[in-house]
């Protein structure tokens, strides 16, 4: 039944762009709303990047937008830019009445300027530095480690979204230059606004930043998970515990976030788990697939045990069924995390930009929850695979 | 940023002395309700206002309650996916609960019931204590904290630390509290302020019928307050603090503020190696300019005279274009500040404490766009008349020790 989940998926990655109508524009209007929120999204990332060139996406799109935020900084625009594994975004925020000016800046810098040397340098240092500077964070170690079980290391999402020091380092300004005349393109972007807008003329405005050209098929290369539990050394003072489990591109969404929580819900702090740190759990959709992410931090000499109240989360929660007002309960509260995960405009503008992405339309923020009921949870939650687990932390020898 | 300062910084409470807040709202037993509607998400954030100075000899007993009710209001939120803050400004006991508005009447309330605080435990009491002691050792032993209370001392004195002061935390015991509650509360000094997805009637609706006040607070044992002024310990200060502030009361704030703005502008361009601060303080006592400036300790000299000589320069240079690229650029501030419900709620909610009236916010916004180069040459020149509190923070000087 796994081994047909997975081969699903694997089918759907190989073959994901074909079965997407994408229009790649879309805008939410809502009055009240105080500024507009644009983000330009461009289906660019690890898996254009040659193996030796990890960062570059990252460096090229820093590079190309420094020379404009002190012009946006004089119109009082904010950017932001975002790094994922199948997508960067440019994120704009701004006053109602610059927004339009505010992504003509935008597009004019990304599809048009061509980028100067010494902001690659000054940018390629920063990011060197950044980077370094995390370097002893166990957090980053451990997303490093799972990223390269869950994809596979020879998978470009298996390396490090943004690069390390020292490959950002080695990156060359005419490497830089030609990424961007080849990736940073029209065809490749999509483009989503939120705020006090009239849909059509914002639409129109969108529109107008992408031009006439067509989209360009979505084209990610499939992966395998390692589906086993994998030891690494790390010399730290806790251990950290990351399982990731897979599921297919045409799965019950809503569902498998739903399974995240209540996965984060049962390993989290009460008075029989007193000794957990921390916990953080986060669903991903992308073209082809999805992952469900759950990551603790406990003490290292718990760290087995741990592990395995990990791998057997989900067996826990279909076994044993919840009464129906806890149940409720759970519905209730998660009901309002969704909600307030996107308080701010910005964040649904990224929602929004996703959803072009994976699904080739904007329909809404927040997908009903009324018929998630006990039992297509828990079919949602039968129907994912053995999770991939990286245990990171010190080891007896430490 | 300096719209971010003016809202930020209005934190210092009322502490003791007989100082009236904002008027509260003769004979009125429902509160006053704004809503801004927002309904791009199911959200709601419900911030509930109660205009108080803490009674003569209890500084912090306002903060200290919202200290004692934190976790369990905190919890009961976050049963429906919400968040709960506290805020004590100088006007007003602060609890702001932000979640989906299809649950309005439940956070309604559970903010109700902020209005009608149980004696606490023991336990309870002590780790309110701890916490309130904590704020108070921050504010003092770092510079940035330490300038500001300074200032603030000097042309506020009854505008004393949220945190209260070491005497008056004595006086928390569990007994005491609901007395000093009582003096604190009535209905008619409540404010709401609603952004999201609601509606005024449905806002109305789930804040009617709070909790009565006192019939007769019961008389409190002291009356009156001791304020440290002086320095409870040297502050930690690896460079130099140098600081003036001007009492700017009874000008025209969005004046105020673009004349603060400016002031800033003009120190950071004359000191590039000084980090400065420039805050509008704005509350019921008054409002002032605060210009704070960190500086390494080769250039104190030029930052004394740089700050000394500050606002007559600005005077010389000032015009039009100048004023309206500020006075812009502070509108812009604003929106972008209060681009979520909790935020906008924060930033209508801080006006209408101040000036009880519902459209406050719209009409500095507005005061913005009209205001000329005039209006802040009169700001300036009323604080160029005025002798400034001032400040300084010497470095402290590491001697290696000597074996």
Same mark, same amino acid.
């Given at each position: 039944?796994?081994?047909?989940?997975?081969?699903?998926?694997?089918?759907?990655?190989?073959?994901?762009?074909?079965?997407?109508?994408?229009?790649?524009?879309?805008?939410?209007?809502?009055?009240? #709303?105080?500024?507009?929120?644009?983000?330009?999204?461009?289906?660019?990332?690890?898996?254009?990047?040659?193996?030796?060139?990890?960062?570059?996406?990252?460096?090229?799109?820093?590079?190309?937008?420094?020379?404009?935020?002190?012009?946006?900084?004089?119109?009082?625009?904010?950017?932001?830019?975002?790094?994922?594994?199948?997508?960067?975004?440019?994120?704009?925020?701004?006053?109602?009445?610059?927004?339009?000016?505010?992504?003509?800046?935008?597009?004019?810098?990304?599809?048009?300027?061509?980028?100067?040397?010494?902001?690659?340098?000054?940018?390629?240092?920063?990011?060197?530095?950044?980077?370094?500077?995390?370097?002893?964070?166990?957090?980053?170690?451990?997303?490093?480690?799972?990223?390269?079980?869950?994809?596979?290391?020879?998978?470009?999402?298996?390396?490090?979204?943004?690069?390390?020091?020292?490959?950002?380092?080695?990156?060359?300004?005419?490497?830089?230059?030609?990424?961007?005349?080849?990736?940073?393109?029209?065809?490749?972007?999509?483009?989503?606004? /939120?705020?006090?807008?009239?849909?059509?003329?914002?639409?129109?405005?969108?529109?107008?930043?992408?031009?006439?050209?067509?989209?360009?098929?979505?084209?990610?290369?499939?992966?395998?998970?390692?589906?086993?539990?994998?030891?690494?050394?790390?010399?730290?003072?806790?251990?950290?515990?990351?399982?990731?489990?897979?599921?297919?591109?045409?799965?019950?969404?809503?569902?498998?976030?739903?399974?995240?929580?209540?996965?984060?819900?049962?390993?989290?702090?009460?008075?029989?788990?007193?000794?957990?740190?921390?916990?953080?759990?986060?669903?991903?959709?992308?073209?082809?697939?999805?992952?469900?992410?759950?990551?603790? /931090?406990?003490?290292?000499?718990?760290?087995?045990?741990?592990?395995?109240?990990?791998?057997?989360?989900?067996?826990?929660?279909?076994?044993?069924?919840?009464?129906?007002?806890?149940?409720?309960?759970?519905?209730?509260?998660?009901?309002?995390?969704?909600?307030?995960?996107?308080?701010?405009?910005?964040?649904?503008?990224?929602?929004?930009?996703?959803?072009?992405?994976?699904?080739?339309?904007?329909?809404?923020?927040?997908?009903?929850?009324?018929?998630?009921?006990?039992?297509?949870?828990?079919?949602?939650?039968?129907?994912?695979? #053995?999770?991939?687990?990286?245990?990171?932390?010190?080891?007896?020898?430490? | 940023?300096?719209?971010?300062?003016?809202?930020?910084?209005?934190?210092?409470?009322?502490?003791?002395?007989?100082?009236?807040?904002?008027?509260?709202?003769?004979?009125?037993?429902?509160?006053?309700?704004?809503?801004?509607?927002?309904?791009?998400?199911?959200?709601?954030?419900?911030?509930?206002?109660?205009?108080?100075?803490?009674?003569?000899? &209890?500084?912090? *007993?306002?903060?200290?309650?919202?200290?004692?009710? %934190?976790?369990?209001?905190?919890?009961?939120?976050?049963?429906?996916?919400?968040?709960?803050?506290?805020?004590?400004?100088?006007?007003?006991?602060? &609890?702001?609960?932000?979640?989906?508005?299809?649950?309005?009447? &439940?956070?309604?309330?559970?903010?109700?019931?902020?209005?009608?605080?149980?004696?606490?435990? $023991?336990? *309870?009491?002590?780790?309110?204590?701890?916490?309130?002691?904590?704020?108070?050792?921050?504010?003092?032993? $770092?510079?940035?904290?330490?300038? =500001?209370?300074?200032?603030?001392?000097?042309?506020?004195?009854?505008?004393?630390?949220?945190?209260?002061?070491?005497?008056?935390?004595?006086?928390?015991?569990?007994?005491?509290?609901?007395?000093?509650?009582?003096?604190?509360?009535?209905?008619?000094?409540?404010?709401?302020?609603?952004?999201?997805?609601?509606?005024?009637?449905?806002?109305?609706?789930?804040?009617?019928?709070?909790?009565?006040?006192?019939?007769?607070?019961?008389?409190?044992?002291?009356?009156?307050?001791?304020?440290?002024?002086?320095?409870?310990?040297?502050?930690?200060?690896?460079?130099?603090?140098?600081?003036?502030?001007?009492?700017?009361?009874?000008?025209?704030?969005?004046?105020? $503020?673009?004349?603060?703005?400016?002031?800033?502008?003009?120190?950071? =361009? =004359?000191?590039?190696?000084?980090?400065?601060?420039?805050?509008?303080?704005?509350?019921?006592?008054?409002?002032?300019?605060?210009?704070?400036?960190?500086?390494?300790?080769?250039?104190?000299?030029?930052?004394?005279?740089?700050?000394?000589?500050?606002?007559?320069?600005?005077?010389?240079?000032?015009?039009?274009?100048?004023?309206?690229?500020? *006075?812009?650029?502070?509108?812009?501030?604003?929106?972008?500040?209060?681009?979520?419900?909790?935020?906008?709620?924060?930033?209508?909610?801080?006006?209408?404490?101040?000036?009880?009236?519902?459209?406050? $916010?719209?009409?500095? %916004?507005?005061?913005?766009?009209?205001?000329?180069?005039?209006?802040?040459?009169?700001?300036?020149?009323?604080?160029?008349?005025?002798?400034?509190?001032?400040?300084?923070?010497?470095?402290?000087?590491?001697?290696?020790?000597?074996?």
């Amino acid at each position: 039944m796994k081994a047909v989940a997975l081969a699903a998926i694997l089918l759907a990655q190989s073959f994901g762009s074909d079965s997407h109508a994408q229009a790649r524009v879309g805008v939410l209007s809502e009055p009240g #709303t105080s500024v507009v929120a644009a983000e330009l999204l461009f289906s660019v990332g690890p898996g254009d990047e040659d193996e030796y060139q990890s960062g570059l996406t990252y460096l090229a799109a820093r590079s190309v937008v420094a020379p404009i935020e002190p012009l946006l900084d004089s119109i009082g625009a904010h950017l932001n830019v975002l790094p994922e594994k199948d997508a960067i975004s440019f994120s704009l925020v701004s006053a109602p009445d610059v927004w339009e000016e505010a992504t003509g800046i935008l597009s004019t810098a990304l599809f048009r300027d061509p980028p100067d040397s010494l902001t690659v340098i000054r940018e390629r240092a920063s990011i060197a530095a950044e980077l370094q500077g995390r370097s002893a964070n166990p957090a980053d170690a451990a997303t490093r480690a799972i990223d390269r079980a869950f994809f596979g290391p020879d998978h470009p999402w298996g390396r490090p979204t943004v690069g390390t020091p020292e490959s950002v380092r080695r990156l060359q300004f005419g490497e830089v230059e030609s990424f961007l005349r080849e990736n940073f393109v029209s065809s490749r972007t999509f483009a989503a606004a /939120v705020g006090p807008l009239d849909p059509a003329s914002a639409t129109a405005h969108l529109e107008s930043l992408l031009g006439s050209a067509q989209g360009a098929p979505l084209d990610y290369p499939p992966f395998e998970p390692a589906e086993r539990s994998i030891q690494a050394a790390y010399n730290s003072i806790t251990t950290w515990v990351t399982a990731s489990f897979i599921f297919p591109e045409d799965a019950d969404e809503e569902a498998m976030r739903f399974i995240g929580y209540l996965a984060a819900a049962e390993l989290s702090f009460s008075p029989l788990q007193r000794s957990i740190y921390n916990v953080e759990s986060e669903v991903v959709t992308r073209v082809g697939s999805g992952e469900i992410r759950l990551q603790i /931090v406990v003490p290292p000499e718990e760290s087995e045990a741990w592990e395995e109240r990990v791998a057997g989360v989900l067996t826990r929660l279909l076994d044993s069924p919840m009464l129906p007002d806890v149940y409720a309960g759970h519905l209730r509260r998660y009901a309002g995390e969704q909600l307030m995960a996107l308080a701010a405009p910005e964040d649904r503008a990224h929602a929004a930009a996703r959803r072009l992405l994976v699904h080739g339309q904007v329909d809404g923020h927040i997908p009903g929850l009324e018929g998630l009921t006990q039992e297509r949870v828990r079919q949602a939650a039968a129907s994912l695979a #053995t999770p991939t687990i990286v245990v990171l932390g010190p080891t007896l020898d430490d | 940023m300096y719209f971010l300062a003016v809202m930020m910084t209005l934190l210092g409470a009322a502490d003791s002395l007989l100082v009236s807040v904002a008027p509260a709202r003769a004979q009125v037993e429902e509160p006053a309700v704004v809503v801004h509607r927002q309904p791009a998400v199911g959200i709601v954030a419900l911030r509930l206002s109660v205009l108080a100075n803490d009674p003569p000899g &209890y500084a912090g *007993a306002g903060h200290m309650i919202q200290h004692l009710l %934190y976790s369990s209001l905190r919890d009961r939120v976050a049963r429906v996916g919400g968040e709960l803050q506290i805020q004590r400004t100088s006007d007003a006991i602060i &609890y702001t609960a932000t979640g989906p508005a299809s649950e309005l009447t &439940y956070l309604a309330e559970i903010l109700k019931s902020a209005l009608s605080p149980k004696a606490p435990t $023991t336990d *309870a009491l002590l780790s309110a204590e701890r916490e309130l002691r904590e704020e108070r050792l921050s504010e003092w032993e $770092t510079a940035q904290g330490h300038a =500001r209370s300074m200032l603030r001392a000097q042309l506020f004195p009854p505008d004393v630390s949220a945190a209260g002061t070491e005497r008056s935390a004595t006086r928390f015991s569990s007994s005491a509290l609901p007395r000093i509650w009582s003096a604190l509360y009535s209905p008619d000094r409540v404010s709401v302020v609603a952004v999201g997805d609601v509606h005024l009637e449905d806002v109305r609706s789930a804040f009617a019928n709070l909790p009565e006040a006192a019939s007769e607070p019961e008389l409190l044992p002291i009356s009156r307050d001791s304020i440290v002024l002086g320095s409870l310990a040297p502050p930690q200060a690896t460079r130099g603090w140098v600081g003036a502030a001007y009492l700017a009361s009874g000008l025209e704030p969005a004046a105020v $503020t673009v004349a603060t703005r400016l002031l800033g502008d003009y120190l950071r =361009r =004359r000191l590039p190696t000084v980090q400065v601060d420039s805050e509008h303080w704005w509350t019921h006592h008054g409002q002032a300019i605060a210009l704070v400036l960190a500086v390494p300790e080769p250039d104190l000299d030029l930052a004394r005279r740089a700050l000394g000589t500050a606002l007559s320069s600005l005077l010389d240079d000032l015009n039009l274009l100048d004023v309206t690229e500020a *006075a812009d650029a502070i509108r812009s501030e604003m929106l972008f500040y209060s681009r979520t419900p909790g935020r906008m709620a924060e930033v209508i909610g801080q006006f209408v404490d101040r000036e009880g009236d519902p459209n406050a $916010t719209d009409q500095f %916004y507005a005061a913005l766009d009209s205001l000329d180069d005039d209006d802040v040459r009169e700001v300036l020149e009323h604080a160029f008349e005025l002798t400034p509190a001032r400040i300084e923070i010497p470095p402290q000087t590491l001697h290696p020790r000597v074996q």
